[in-house]
């Protein structure tokens, strides 16, 4: 991220007058500063993803804090599998705002045998988190080797590893998951969350190739070769750094996307499993209480809604601060105030 | 060219193949069909596993296993299919997919053309009002819509719009509060999608508010909702409103020709509002699309008729009419069977359903109330569909039309003095679909697989039940099966892409 890149017109680039002018005061603005510096700039200044950003944060120290993360103990006074006394009639949440904020004993309410929903919809969190995250990560690496490998070497290597990747393609996500799911069912969520780390890194990979693909023809990737740099230096630690920008924005979207399928599977009974929480095992376990106990439903359901926003949002103000072309125009009244 | 069609197809195989190899091998290791014997507690154990291994040809390694099934699949280019059978149920797969396959066209084939025109509608709309507060809602919504589990938006579509809807059906009248809430709403919604001045949007939002009011003023107190019926009237109306609505679009207003071309459908299709009524009592599905089909025709004759210099435009603009009256008039006449179906024995008053594709042990062979029925089923899963997929569309459309509207050859119309229609509609418009018209065949290719979340909660049993029901019984066959239609399809689906963008890019050559 700290890569000092000059921007340079990029040949064949078509600008006309108002592009240019506006280029101007952009070019002014960020004179002097690496290429790391501007994004973050850019980044903090898109007023959606920060507020992603914060709130993401939020729900990530919220549920790693509240109820422990493995053997640290929690502030939260109750686990998720721990029964007690249903405080409310039939465990409607304690949680209420009128008068105040009143946290109670279960602001989330409790389930029919007395479970708190508070701190499962943590443990939930937790473990989807950790999924998403993983699934990132690894996906994002497999993708970025095979695409690399692919757009650097083409040839036959190309046409192996774009075959492989066509035909992980051809199988729908889910329906691989679901297998996956089934066969490593009731495992860890980590071996979980490496299965299909498998099977979702295609787009990464396709993506990473175009751009390489078209980096290599580049000056700096001769002067490297002259330079004597080996094949591997030149593709990562020369080509990599100018393909981040694509790249940390699917990230994003990859990891969207894989807490969806991840709360899907479990939904269905193929990804994290009873006695273990995730968010849409919870969903699963509960949909039938819907009319008697709806509490059970909404926040689950909420917090999964809430993280994949997030991360979307997040994504959306990368792209905005890595691709400049896309930048937000000032709308008509903001232009005739200034 | 040649060469180049030969070539795709060569590799297309090749992945199909590894494809289904990788599904094949995943699945034999994933699925134990021994698992329940293992565990059984029966005397003569040892010999059922030994039956079953037999059986099942467990003994064989699973890559020779794969060939054998290949060897049957292949039986499917010469018209000898042979995908196995389940071993639990022993149908052959053949039997189950064609039952599973019309199941989940049913399904998908209106929640994929409603979310497409929805889509690109409001993504067109988002993207010419660039930067204003509709823009802003709409990509805030689409950013909503992606983050939606589908499991999730299921069920609660099952308890507001099935059981909630239904309650409300007992009695079907809005509160004073609830009108006005909902009628501020919809005017904030229209003026900020018609947009313009201070003056105009005021204006815009007064007739909104005041025309949703209305409406469900008249909802509430006539008991609409119990027995709703369009009349003549109501028909009459709204094809005057849509022939205006399609002659702006498709041929500007000053094109009278057009104008009246469409009228005159409009007034066709209310003359013969009386014959059809008859005319429906022996409806069947190939009298309705033979009707459907003479609406076009209609549409382009009168076009035709009333010729002038621009033919074309009169005819399409009348024809897009005319489906649009014919559809409602079939809506018309969908509605008076509503108060019988709603009230019949089975139904009593709840009519629209959470499960299945038709109520159990409903008789009668009337097509309306028939059709209803299936409408009813249909409702809550394909707006399941529709909230998932119609955020892509929004998204794509809106930034395929930005894209274009920069370009120079826009600058150009503008230029040269075409009116705003004419760029957007004419110039920036066809160009803008190019990039969704190769993201369509596949993700109807992908729909193929059918909803498996959607189908899972609504009961549906489509391709995605079948799935997700022979994976749970380790029944490795239909699996395969259902992978190799899908697969097929997509595959399929990513050669006509290839062609599609060559045939309306002609800036892509296919190159041998």
């Known amino acids: 991220m700290t890569t000092p890149t000059p921007i340079a017109p990029q040949p064949g680039d078509h600008h006309d007058l108002v592009e240019n002018t506006e280029n101007a005061i952009e070019l002014k603005e960020v004179e002097g500063l690496s290429q790391g510096r501007i994004v973050l700039r850019r980044f903090v200044r898109h007023r959606g993803a920060m507020i992603a950003a914060i709130v993401l944060l939020g729900i990530v120290v919220l549920a790693t804090t509240s109820i422990g993360w493995g053997p640290i103990p929690g502030w939260w006074k109750h686990t998720p599998q721990d029964m007690s006394p249903i405080a409310n009639p039939r465990g409607a949440p304690t949680l209420s705002f009128s008068g105040g904020l009143v946290v109670g004993e279960h602001p989330f309410g409790q389930d029919n045998i007395g479970q708190d929903t508070f701190a499962r919809v943590m443990r939930g969190t937790q473990q989807s988190l950790l999924v998403m995250v993983i699934i990132g990560a690894l996906a994002t690496t497999i993708g970025i080797v095979m695409g690399a490998l692919a757009g650097f070497f083409r040839g036959h290597l190309d046409n192996v590893l774009m075959r492989l990747t066509d035909m992980v393609i051809t199988i729908p996500v889910v329906m691989i998951g679901a297998i996956l799911g089934f066969w490593v069912g009731g495992a860890s969520p980590v071996t979980l969350a490496v299965a299909l780390s498998l099977v979702t890194w295609t787009s990464m990979a396709r993506l990473v190739r175009g751009e390489f693909l078209s980096l290599r023809e580049r000056e700096f990737v001769d002067a490297a070769r002259v330079a004597g740099a080996s094949s591997f230096r030149i593709m990562f630690k020369h080509m990599l750094p100018n393909a981040i920008g694509v790249i940390i924005v699917n990230t994003t979207l990859l990891m969207a996307a894989a807490i969806l399928l991840e709360t899907a599977l479990s939904f269905l009974g193929f990804g994290i499993r009873y006695p273990d929480v995730s968010l849409g095992q919870l969903i699963n376990e509960y949909q039938t209480a819907f009319a008697t106990r709806p509490w059970l439903f909404w926040w689950p359901g909420l917090f999964i809604v809430s993280i994949a926003l997030c991360v979307n949002f997040i994504g959306d103000g990368l792209r905005d601060a890595f691709d400049p072309r896309q930048r937000r125009i000032p709308s008509k009244r903001k232009m005739a105030k200034g | ?512």
């Open chain 2, 1 to 512: 060219m040649l060469t180049f069609i030969g070539r795709r197809v060569l590799s297309s195989v090749i992945v199909l193949l590894g494809a289904t190899f990788i599904v094949y091998m995943l699945l034999s290791v994933a699925l134990d069909p021994l698992e329940d014997l293992y565990a059984s507690s029966a005397p003569n154990k040892e010999q059922l596993i030994e039956s079953r291994i037999r059986a099942l040809n467990l003994d064989t390694p699973a890559p020779i296993r794969y060939l054998l099934w290949l060897q049957g699949a292949g039986g499917c280019l010469i018209g000898q299919c042979d995908l196995g059978s389940s071993w639990v149920t022993g149908q052959p797969v053949i039997n189950l997919l064609s039952s599973a396959i019309p199941s989940t066209l049913q399904l998908i084939t209106m929640s994929t053309f409603l979310a497409i025109g929805l889509g690109i509608t409001v993504g067109i709309a988002s993207a010419l009002r660039q930067y204003t507060g509709f823009d802003y809602g709409v990509t805030f919504m689409s950013f909503v819509l992606y983050s939606l589990p589908s499991f999730w938006v299921a069920v609660l579509l099952k308890l507001w719009g099935a059981i909630g809807f239904n309650d409300f059906l007992a009695d079907p009248t809005f509160s004073t509060p609830a009108i006005i809430g909902l009628s501020v709403v919809g005017g904030l919604i229209w003026q900020a999608v018609v947009g313009g001045a201070v003056r105009r949007r005021a204006i815009t939002f007064a007739i909104a508010a005041a025309a949703t009011a209305a409406a469900l003023a008249f909802i509430s107190i006539s008991g609409w909702l119990l027995d709703p019926s369009l009349g003549p009237v109501t028909i009459g109306l709204i094809g005057v409103a849509v022939a205006f609505g399609v002659t702006a679009l498709t041929a500007g207003l000053r094109n009278r020709k057009a104008l009246y071309s469409a009228l005159t459908v409009v007034a066709l299709g209310l003359a013969l509002y009386y014959p059809l009524q008859f005319a429906f009592q022996y409806a069947t599905f190939w009298l309705i699309f033979g009707m459907g089909l003479a609406c076009v025709l209609s549409g382009l004759i009168v076009g035709f008729l009333f010729g002038g210099p621009d033919r074309a435009q009169s005819m399409r603009g009348a024809a897009i009419t005319a489906v649009v009256v014919g559809v409602f008039i079939f809506i018309d006449r969908l509605m008076g069977v509503w108060y019988a179906y709603s009230n019949s024995g089975r139904i009593s008053g709840r009519p629209i359903a959470t499960i299945g594709s038709q109520t159990p042990g409903f008789g009668g062979n009337d097509f309306w109330v028939l059709t209803l029925d299936t409408f009813t089923h249909l409702l809550l899963p394909t707006i399941a569909l529709i909230l998932i997929s119609f955020a892509s569309y929004t998204r794509y459309s809106r930034a395929s039309l930005l894209e274009v509207m920069n370009q120079d050859y826009i600058r150009t119309a503008r230029a040269k003095g075409l009116p705003e229609r004419v760029v957007t509609v004419r110039h920036a418009f066809r160009n803008a679909l190019i990039p969704l018209a190769t993201i369509v065949p596949l993700d109807i290719a992908a729909l193929f697989g059918g909803a498996i979340i959607t189908e899972r909660i609504f009961a549906w049993s489509g391709m995605g039940s079948l799935f997700l029901h022979s994976l749970e019984a380790r029944d490795a066959n239909p699996v395969m099966g259902y992978f190799i239609v899908v697969g097929t399809m997509l595959v399929l689906a990513n050669i006509i892409v290839d062609f599609v963008y060559a045939a309306l890019d002609p800036r892509i050559r296919v190159n041998a």
